[in-house]
């Protein structure tokens, strides 16, 4: 409103001047407020994963975190994509629904390292299951370990995760984890060229274009957390 009221004046003026032919009059432009991002401090983070240990949302909270996934990324993971002699992790597929989709959502796979951290959770959440068994599986189907978790089931589990740890569940989502994994990465003083590659996104910030590269930088740091 005040915008407008700026424009108006200055087009009357300009009309009273002869400096344009025809009274113009600014377009009515409402605005609506951006509600800022919410973030998980390190704190917090440890504390949804330590109170429910016992679930395996623990686990999927813990994969997020530390590796920085997309919801979609990790629910598509299978045993066969953990490589426990080598601590690596295969990133090549999504998941939409139950279904996997080969490829990610920008059409960049890695091979990731897994950070020591989050080695203890996936080494037990693969016990007993098969090559193509999903990591994470559904819920209703314990004994069907080859159905994929649905993004809508990680988003529930959240929410109980929340009332668990005692964290308030107002603006979190499955996607917080990796959102809080960059900003903890930014604190921590690490190069925003680095993050992105570590995250296989874009940068961030024009400052990254001149940034060195260092993703062993990131497992160290993310390991010292």
Do not use: W
């Not at 951006?34 to 395996?56: A, D, G, P, T, Y």
């Not at 080695?119 to 299951?129: A, E, M, R, S, V």
């Not at 107002?170 to 990465?185: A, D, E, K, N, W």
């Amino acid at each position: 409103k005040t915008i407008s009221s700026c424009l108006n004046a200055i087009f009357r003026d300009a009309y009273k001047l002869g400096l344009i032919d025809n009274k113009m009059k600014a377009p009515n432009v409402s605005y609506k407020a951006v509600k800022s991002q919410r973030f998980l401090s390190k704190q917090e983070v440890l504390l949804l994963i330590e109170r429910n240990n016992s679930h395996q949302i623990s686990a999927l909270m813990a994969t997020l975190y530390y590796l920085g996934l997309r919801v979609s990324e990790c629910c598509a993971l299978q045993v066969q994509d953990y490589n426990q002699t080598f601590k690596t992790m295969n990133i090549s597929k999504t998941s939409h629904y139950g279904k996997l989709v080969e490829n990610t959502k920008n059409n960049i796979t890695a091979l990731m390292k897994v950070p020591e951290k989050l080695i203890p959770f996936l080494d037990n959440q693969i016990k007993g299951k098969a090559p193509t068994d999903m990591i994470f599986h559904k819920v209703q189907k314990r004994n069907n370990n080859n159905i994929a978790i649905t993004i809508s089931s990680v988003s529930s589990m959240l929410k109980n995760a929340c009332k668990q740890a005692g964290i308030s569940n107002v603006g979190i989502s499955s996607h917080i984890f990796r959102r809080s994994m960059s900003q903890h990465l930014i604190e921590s003083k690490v190069s925003p060229r680095s993050i992105a590659k570590y995250l296989r996104d874009k940068p961030a910030t024009i400052m990254s274009h001149y940034a060195a590269e260092n993703t062993e930088e990131i497992r160290d740091m993310i390991d010292s957390f």
